[in-house]
């Protein structure tokens, strides 16, 4: 890559401007001090001139250096956190935008290094590909939550214990109730349906001979009966039910509001659900 020097000889900037662009630099460029106490430059001097030069001119040609320059950074942020049956392209292609959009928006002047600025970005992009695509149906925001940090405490206590967790075992370490583990694992089924492509007895493939139902239908039938279930609960069993499954308040959150623990308002909670279930299947 040509040096900021060569870069500056060769765009219609004045001698002005380019002195004005080196003092930035000078001004801007992050320090650290090593342990013998000198104070020396925290990145890439070159780099940093040219981030600079783009907060200050905005130019597509020194956006394509910086890209090229991060390029491998954003790649590897993608590979970190990509999952089994997710096509990696999709993942760095997101990584490379939000590479661009963080250089879009990154101002040299806080004199914070880029990466730190542009890793939430990222990551934050590619965490919104997941929930959004993932997912072949739509899940409550608890069912990621809780299936993000299921998969981490499992592969915490394998490590620890050197076997597979038991539920119980991760239940223990999460601190939320096992049912509450089982439901959100049995919701994260949605991620892998099954294929209809399959052949049936009578030689055609499943998708020409299972039939369609009509959504609106369906969904206008379930929200009757779920009213008539509704109205089988308490006052506290309905306000509990609006608070979690409509307003998306957290079981935290809600058991500040009845001034009772957490554990408490998931034995509501199932109960509460176990009871309108009951009612629906009646």
């Keep these: 890559m040509a040096s900021v020097t060569t870069l500056q000889r060769g765009s219609s900037a004045t001698g002005a401007e380019a002195r004005a662009d080196e003092q930035v630099v000078v001004d801007t460029i992050p320090t650290d001090v090593d342990v013998d106490g ?61 590479l661009v959009l963080s250089l879009q928006r990154f101002d040299p002047s806080r004199g914070i290094p880029f990466p730190g600025f542009a890793t939430p970005t990222i990551m934050g992009a ?18 990621h939550d809780t299936t993000v940090a299921v ?42 349906p099954g294929s209809l492509d399959v052949d049936s007895p009578e030689g055609a493939s499943s998708h020409e001979v299972v039939g369609r139902t009509d959504s609106q239908l369906v969904e206008a039938e379930n929200h009757v009966a ?41 034995r509501w909670l199932t109960s509460a659900v176990g009871r309108i279930r009951g009612q629906m299947a009646a």
Excluded: K
């Design 126 to 143: 590619i965490r919104r590909h997941y929930r959004d695509h993932g997912w072949s149906v739509r899940v409550p925001r608890w069912v």
């Design 151 to 192: 998969r981490r405490a499992v592969d915490q206590l394998t490590n620890s214990l050197g076997r597979s967790p038991t539920v119980d075992e991760v239940s223990e370490c999460l601190g939320i109730s096992v049912e509450r583990i089982l439901q959100a694992e049995e919701a994260a089924e949605a991620r892998n």
């Design 38 to 98: 000198r104070v020396a430059a925290a990145v890439d001097r070159r780099v940093w001139a040219l981030h600079v030069r783009y907060a200050r001119r905005r130019d597509s040609a020194t956006l394509v250096l910086l890209s090229e320059e991060y390029d491998r950074y954003a790649l590897s942020i993608a590979h970190r956190l990509h999952r089994h049956g997710e096509p990696l392209e999709d993942l760095e292609q997101i990584a490379r935008e939000a």
């Design 226 to 266: 779920l009213r008539q279930a509704m109205a089988h609960l308490g006052p506290r069993e309905r306000e509990l039910i609006g608070l979690y499954y409509f307003e998306e308040q957290s079981q935290t959150q809600i058991a500040a509001r009845f001034g009772v623990s957490q554990m408490q308002v998931s």
